[in-house]
């Protein structure tokens, strides 16, 4: 098994549509499609809709964030 530390400068940074939400991908070609790792960065009210085609965790540092889905909804605070 091989590990890897990554930090946001590692990350390819793009914009999520036209709002202030940036999304940085670590996942390269050498990682399975059925694995996502990156960062993201989202301001307080922006609200992006996706539906991921992997399995995906969300770590929160600060604020909060809230994942709607067929049947409720999850808020996750800092750490």
Do not use: C, N
């Amino acid at each position: 098994m091989t590990a890897h530390k990554y930090d946001t400068k590692q990350a390819a940074w793009r914009q999520f549509a036209d709002k202030q939400i940036f999304i940085g991908d670590l996942a390269d070609d050498g990682v399975r499609k059925s694995m996502g790792a990156g960062f993201a960065s989202l301001h307080p009210g922006d609200v992006m809709e996706w539906v991921p085609s992997y399995e995906e965790f969300i770590v929160v540092l600060s604020g909060t964030f809230t994942v709607d889905f067929e049947g409720g909804s999850v808020t996750a605070g800092p750490h």
